[in-house]
């Protein structure tokens, strides 16, 4: 059974940073491409930004400039910075755990993590 844990959520201000932390364990973190994503209420979820296997990121053209994905190798962990939040960033932030070309909706997902952002 694939674990996807996610962690770092929380509240904070407009303008403020968040850093959200997905550890899924070595196997998958080595070999499957990780992705976060979010769901905000009464919307469909969206891809956040993502890290292949070999390290490359991707990032939907909306969310580059203020969210980075990285991935820590020692602690087998896929980490997202997220900088300059607004209140419509406000959502559940998943992460998911994909076989490399596989559809994300068969993918190993997270239980998710809230991110608020309110004055």
């Known amino acids: 059974q694939v674990q996807v844990v996610e962690s770092g959520g929380g509240s904070v201000q407009p303008g403020g940073s968040l850093r959200l932390s997905c550890a899924a364990g070595?196997?998958?973190?080595?070999?499957?491409?990780l992705t976060w994503h979010r769901q905000a209420p009464g919307k469909l979820r969206t891809l956040v930004a993502g890290?292949?296997?070999?390290?490359?990121?991707f990032y939907p053209d909306s969310k580059k400039g203020r969210f980075t994905i990285s991935r820590d190798n020692a602690k087998s962990t896929v980490d997202l910075q997220m900088d300059g939040l607004r209140p419509e960033d406000t959502a559940v932030y998943y992460c998911?755990?994909?076989?490399?070309?596989?559809?994300?909706?068969?993918?190993?997902w997270g239980q998710g993590t809230q991110v608020t952002v309110s004055a």
């Open positions: 070595e196997s998958i973190f080595s070999t499957y491409t």
């Open positions: 890290i292949l296997p070999g390290g490359s990121t």
């Open positions: 998911c755990a994909t076989r490399p070309l596989d559809d994300y909706n068969n993918g190993y």
